[in-house]
Antibody, heavy 123, light 110 residues
Framework: QVQLQQSGPGLVKPSQTLSLTCAIS??????????WNWIRQSPSRGLEWLGR?????????DYAVSVKSRVIINPDTSKNQFSLQLNSVTPEDTAVYYC?????????????WGQGTLVTVSS | QSVLTQPPSASGTPGQRVTISCSGS????????VNWYQQLPGTAPKLLIY???QRPSGVPDRFSGSKSGTSASLAISGLQSEDEADYYC???????????FGTGTKVTVL
């Protein structure tokens, strides 16, 4: 059974960097049959995919156009986890952030999700 | 902002059938599979339907999905009180090179 456990601060000041981590159990961040994603949800923007990291003989990343200039998603193979960094945050980045797995052997659904982290951007 | 369009709400009495639509374009629903998620208040979304019409293990067969062209639908037959939740469609978008979600539909059991 795959489990994703999120951690990170719930309050970030404007212009600073939002950092969250997603620890994986029951699978590997280096799996050739999965991708590891970050998604956020807010009343104004709904559910919004932010990006993903995955390993296919080498590491790849894809990012949403809306955050591409500000986001980094990194794998950490030593701890079997992956992280989200979102730079230069504004109050518009206030949202519940989720990590999620895609099992590419069954098309592309987000089949496992983290518990969610409410991040508020405020001074 | 959401790229896939859903009705904001749907409702029915226990035992009725409710259908939720999801409208997209040729770059998402028209060329990729659709997945559906159920979100109960205060919880993460849960996968309900994948690959247009497949149910993960444990999902009741009251839930079914279909797709035609650039639109998809989720049907809930034999509506139950525990089905009261928000429902979202999602698909990969080839033009945006990313996943897109629906605007969400709140299902109310009357």
């Amino acid at each position: 059974q795959v489990q994703l456990q999120q951690s990170g601060p719930g309050l970030v000041k404007p212009s600073q960097t939002l950092s969250l981590t997603c620890a994986i159990s029951g699978d590997s961040v280096s799996s050739n049959s999965a991708t590891w994603n970050w998604i956020r949800q807010s009343p104004s923007r709904g559910l919004e995919w932010l990006g993903r990291t995955y390993y296919r003989s080498k590491w790849y990343n894809d990012y949403a156009v809306s955050v591409k200039s500000r986001v980094i998603i990194n794998p950490d193979t030593s701890k079997n986890q992956f992280s989200l960094q979102l730079n230069s945050v504004t109050p518009e980045d206030t949202a519940v952030y989720y990590c999620a797995r895609v099992d590419v052997t069954v098309a592309d659904p987000f089949d496992y999700w983290g518990q969610g982290t409410l991040v508020t951007v405020s001074s | 902002q959401s790229v896939l369009t859903q009705p904001p709400s749907a409702s029915g009495t226990p035992g009725q059938r409710v259908t939720i639509s999801c409208s997209g374009s040729s770059s998402n629903i028209g060329s990729n599979t659709v997945n559906w998620y159920q979100q109960l208040p205060g919880t993460a979304p849960k996968l309900l339907i994948y690959s247009d019409n497949q149910r993960p293990s444990g999902v009741p067969d009251r839930f079914s999905g279909s797709k035609s062209g650039t639109s998809a639908s989720l049907a809930i037959s034999g509506l139950q009180s525990e089905d009261e939740a928000d429902y979202y469609c999602a698909a990969w978008d080839d033009s945006l090179n990313g996943y897109v979600f629906g605007t969400g539909t709140k299902v109310t059991v009357l």
